[in-house]
């Protein structure tokens, strides 16, 4: 029953390093996303990949870069951390076109 | 353009009494489904509710429904007998069978059931 799962779930970090978050999902979608979660602005899209070798951009891209390394993981990376990456990460990922999974979130603070 | 708007940032509730949550959308594609999750404090992103374009009677979930009016790009989540349970932020988003992948979420509701 893991469905989607990312980590860490907490983490600081200073302006200028670099992290990836991790993301895998048990469900063999082909579809997964990146969202991050700011107060009063939604979700918004990060980056998405439709199936394994394949990512897009989505809203918000700059300042991150993603690996769908095989059809289980999504990973994303920010290679120089900012202030402004301060948000809540979700991962997700779906299959069915009525459905979308989301993991638990990822709470990223820049200082 | 806005994909999905909420216009309401926040509404109380009293107990036992329903809601209804308003959510508009912008598409050209015939083709789409529209979703209504609920994020309670903890975080976690649930599931609520699906209505597709062509389906035709509304969405109904246990004590959800969407009140899905086409021609009006509405897409409204009306909650009956509201409990404490329910105080959380909701959110309706979107997807396009033409752009395949991406959902566009609104920026959310947040909700309070008053005892």
């Known amino acids: 029953n893991a469905g989607v799962t990312q980590t860490p779930k907490f983490q600081v970090l200073k302006t200028g390093q670099s992290m990836t978050l991790q993301c895998a999902q048990d469900?063999?979608?082909?579809?997964m996303y990146w969202y991050r979660q700011d107060p009063g602005m939604g979700l918004r899209l990060i980056y998405y990949?439709?199936?394994?070798?394949?990512?897009d951009k989505g809203e918000v891209p700059n300042g991150y870069n993603v690996s769908r390394l095989n059809k289980r993981e999504f990973s994303l990376r920010l290679e120089s951390a900012a202030p402004s990456q301060t948000s809540v990460y979700f991962c997700?990922?779906?299959?069915?076109?009525?459905?979308?999974?989301f993991g638990e979130g990822s709470w990223l603070t820049v200082v | 353009a806005q994909k999905i708007t909420q216009t309401q940032p926040g509404m109380f509730v009293q107990e036992k009494e329903a809601v209804t949550l308003d959510c508009t959308y912008d598409t050209s594609d015939p083709s789409y489904g529209l979703f209504w999750y609920k994020q309670p404090s903890s975080g976690e992103m649930i599931f609520l509710i699906y209505?597709?374009?062509?389906?035709?009677q509304n969405a109904t979930e246990g004590r959800y429904s969407l009140n899905f009016q086409k021609a009006r790009k509405s897409a409204n989540l009306v909650i009956s007998a509201s409990q404490l349970g329910d105080s959380a932020m909701y959110f309706c988003a979107m997807r396009e069978l033409g752009t395949g992948n991406q959902f566009y979420f609104g920026t959310g509701t947040s909700l309070t059931v008053i005892p």
């Open positions: 469900m063999n979608h082909n579809s």
């Open positions: 997700a990922s779906s299959e069915e076109l009525r459905t979308i999974y």
């Open positions: 990949s439709a199936s394994e070798g394949t990512t």
């Open positions: 209505q597709g374009s062509y389906d035709q």
